[in-house]
């Protein structure tokens, strides 16, 4: 099947942790991207990537870093540094650069991560 | 001002009915508009890209309106399974061509 994974559904850490985030997609897209969601706002976007080995801050990337060693693979690293973890993470992905025409983004399933 | 805002609802409306949302965008050099669809914890899905005046699928109408800045969304004959959280994103605005700002949505909830 082809799709956007993100793993696990829920995480559940201890503050002063770091951790990881996987999202990964069989799409062939070359952009990628990482949000965040809390509970009645809107999405906002912590990095993205357009290309292998690049990757741009987004609004809200203090706290967090990003790799992009391969095509298919995008994970999110949520440090200590982080004031307010908690949150649902989407990953997304697109063929270019979104907003143009053939160029939607789609998301995967989320994570779910609570820090206590 | 938020670059994009949503009436956060709820709409509530019974099957059957015709409702229509509006997400009010900002910055006038926005170029692309996007619905999702997003259920109760589960991600956003594409509903309908709007690139100029407007999108038709179904019972679903997107309307752009460039002059005042802002997108409709139309759903006719309503059912149950409509019940979601509507979003509205932007893109071409502030954050640039390939960045997309989205709106905190919009609840629908339609009863029998």
């Known amino acids: 099947d082809g799709g956007i994974t993100q793993s696990p559904k829920y995480l559940f850490r201890k503050e002063g942790q770091n951790v990881t985030l996987s999202c990964e997609q069989n799409l062939n897209h070359d952009a990628m991207y990482w949000y965040r969601q809390d509970p009645g706002q809107g999405l906002r976007l912590i990095y993205y990537?357009?290309?292998?080995?690049?990757?741009q801050k987004g609004d809200i990337a203090e706290g967090y870093s990003v790799s992009r060693e391969k095509k298919e693979s995008f994970p999110l690293t949520v440090t200590s540094a982080q004031k307010n973890p908690t949150a649902f993470y989407l990953c997304a992905s697109s063929i270019g650069l979104a907003g143009g025409p053939g160029n939607e983004q789609y998301f995967g399933p989320g994570t779910r991560l609570t820090v206590t | 001002r938020k670059e994009v805002e949503q009436d956060p609802g709820p709409f509530n409306v019974p099957e059957g009915a015709t409702v229509a949302f509006n997400c009010t965008y900002s910055?006038?050099?926005?170029?692309?508009f996007f619905w999702y669809r997003q259920d109760c914890r589960k991600e956003p899905k594409l509903l309908m890209s709007v690139y100029s005046s407007g999108n038709e699928d179904g019972r679903f109408t997107a309307q752009l309106n460039r002059a005042s800045q802002y997108i409709s969304l139309l759903i006719r004959d309503s059912k149950l399974s409509d019940s979601a959280t509507y979003l509205c994103a932007v893109a071409g605005g502030s954050g640039g061509y390939n960045k997309l700002i989205f709106g905190a949505g919009t609840r629908l909830a339609v009863h029998p």
């Open positions: 910055n006038s050099a926005s170029q692309s």
């Open positions: 990537s357009q290309i292998v080995n690049d990757f």
